[in-house]
Every structure is written in structure tokens, then in C-alpha cells.
């Protein structure tokens, strides 16, 4: 069983940056492929980023290449989020997830344990 906990979320204006981190529970974290995504008001969830289980490959969703960045440390149990260049448009609830599969994975049906998410949202 693995825990999420995610924290970092808040108020922001349009080109300002947030880092979200996202700490699991457990002794298996390093064998865990991680991602993120996140929910807009009314909209599905999407794909934004994942890393495989020892940070070495990671992948991003069109609109995030280039501002987003995911990162993890294994020692800390932690993935992280930096997000610059914010835009309206990126206003939503953020989830990290995990997998038991250690490469990347890029659907939410391929993660296994979720959290509770962090509200980023972005003031025009």
C-alpha cells in the first residue's frame, strides 16, 4: 500500500511558477513509476508528466513541454512539479499518482494508487 500526500498548490498569477511535491508512504517508492496529472472544473482528467522509477526518463504532455518539470528523489520519497510560466488555462486540481509499473506510463488507468490532490490556481 502506498500513500500519497500532496502539497505545494496555491494562488498564483499568470507567469509566476509553483513547485508541487508529492511525498509517499512505503519502502517501495524507488521501484514506483510516478506521474501527474490534473482536473479542471467540468473538464476529464488529463495527462501532465511522468517519471520512470530511477528519474532517468520523463515524459510531458504537449502543452506543459518546456514549463513544466517533474523530478524525484528517491532518498526522500518525493516527486516534484516545477511548474513556470503559469498560465489561466492551468488552473486546476493537481494529482500525483503512482505505478507499479517502473517505466512510464502516460494513462490514469495505468496508476495504482492516487492522492487527494492540490488546487493550483492561476489569476489572469
Known amino acids: 500500500q502506498v500513500q500519497l500526500v500532496e502539497s505545494g498548490g496555491g494562488l498564483v498569477q499568470a507567469g509566476g511558477s509553483l513547485r508541487l511535491s508529492c511525498a509517499a508512504s512505503g519502502h517501495t517508492f524507488s521501484s514506483y513509476a510516478m506521474g501527474w496529472f490534473r482536473q479542471a472544473p467540468g473538464k476529464e482528467r488529463e495527462f501532465v508528466a511522468a517519471i520512470n522509477y530511477n528519474g532517468g526518463r520523463t515524459v510531458y504532455a504537449d502543452s506543459e513541454k518546456g514549463r513544466f518539470t517533474i523530478s524525484r528523489d528517491n532518498a526522500k520519497n518525493t516527486v516534484y512539479l516545477q511548474m513556470n510560466s503559469l498560465k489561466p488555462e492551468d488552473t486546476a486540481v493537481y494529482y500525483c499518482?503512482?505505478?507499479?509499473?517502473?517505466?512510464?506510463?502516460?494513462?490514469?488507468?495505468?496508476?495504482?494508487?492516487w492522492g487527494q490532490g492540490t488546487q493550483v490556481t492561476v489569476s489572469p
Open positions: 499518482a503512482a505505478s507499479y509499473a517502473s517505466t512510464l506510463r502516460l494513462q490514469g488507468y495505468e496508476y495504482n494508487y
